[in-house]
């Protein structure tokens, strides 16, 4: 099963019939619960239990429900406020012990947030209020499980959650049903700091080092086949980030611009090193220009968890 999706809104809804929540920066997971057994699987349905050993060992407090399946995102705090970087590093982990030394570095926490089938019984015709009353109901608590509370004044929550610097609130309509894998209006997302993905086609060197990585360039995939031109971003790519990012670019050089039209390139930079356009990274960013450019974009991580296809596809359902 894939999970419900949100809409981007400019502003959070009022009213009784709304329930807000905290927008977490992290990996939106499902947990499959049976007895002993826990299986976790990323919004495209691909296995990554193997990553976060401490989300599914005994004592993390998801194991003796039976039959349960919860929706909620993995994050990694790092002085109260998760960070996306910090979880980015797992997401392509598939070595067991590696996993465990990272978990046991910097731990992951699933907030849960809904419940979609509970004792081999389907909830996702349920209104939400219902869901959450069950989900609060099973009593999930421990240091790698929680449930984090909803509220009911969208306008204040929006404002905490820009103090407190984090990514901004999801809105959801107390009476909808789930619609899994379905980008709804009943559920709403409203970002302090913009933040989508996008597809890497190239990359230049830093001025005076050509052995270390200065910027990558990206694209919006489309359905028609086309990529959209949507500048480069450096910000955030230095140190080992960017060295880690380097190897994997090299391994998929390619001759050609994969641009209709190639972008521009500063006088003195050389050209551009494309590469076939297979990663997708988040990126996040003030807006995007008249000229279909991100404004001030900042690096954040490799998405794993996403394909230049699915990107395509998610592009068509915004529109």
Excluded at 117 to 128: D, K
Aim: glycine letters at 10%; one cysteine or more; aromatic letters at 6%.
């Amino acid at each position: 099963m894939r999970p419900m999706l949100a809409t981007p809104a400019d502003t959070v809804p009022e009213g009784e019939d709304w329930l807000h929540e905290v927008k977490w920066d992290g990996m939106r997971v499902l947990a499959h619960v049976s007895g002993a057994s826990v299986r976790l699987t990323s919004r495209t349905e691909r296995d990554v239990t193997v990553a976060f050993p401490e989300l599914v060992a005994p004592d993390a407090g998801l194991h003796g429900y039976d039959d349960l399946l919860l929706d909620g995102e993995v994050v990694i705090l790092a002085d109260g406020v998760p960070s996306f970087a910090a979880l980015a590093e797992r997401f392509n982990v598939s070595d067991a012990a590696m996993a465990a030394r990272l978990g046991a570095a910097a731990p992951a926490t699933f907030l849960v947030f809904d419940v979609l089938q509970a004792m081999q019984r389907p909830t996702l015709a349920m209104p939400l209020r219902q869901r959450r009353q069950l989900l609060e109901g099973l009593q999930l608590a421990s240091a790698r499980i929680q449930v984090p509370p909803t509220f009911t004044d969208g306008a204040q929550l929006a404002e905490a959650t820009a103090a407190q610097h984090l990514e901004g609130v999801v809105s959801k309509r107390a009476g909808s049903p789930y619609r899994p894998g379905r980008r709804s209006p009943d559920w709403r997302k409203i970002v302090h700091r913009r933040t989508d993905s996008f597809v890497i086609c190239g990359w230049l060197p830093e001025r005076d080092n050509d052995l270390a990585l200065g910027s990558v360039y990206l694209a919006t995939p489309t359905p028609e086949g086309p990529l959209l031109y949507r500048g480069r971003v450096g910000s955030g790519l230095a140190g080992t980030r960017g060295v880690g990012l380097l190897t994997r670019l090299r391994e998929l050089a390619a001759d050609h611009s994969p641009f209709e039209q190639d972008p521009p390139v500063e006088p003195g930079r050389g050209g551009i090193r494309w590469v076939h356009p297979e990663l997708v990274a988040d990126v996040e960013f003030l807006g995007i220009s008249d000229g279909g450019q991100l404004r001030q974009p900042r690096w954040r991580g490799i998405r794993a968890d996403l394909t230049p296809a699915e990107l395509a596809a998610t592009e068509t359902e915004s529109r």
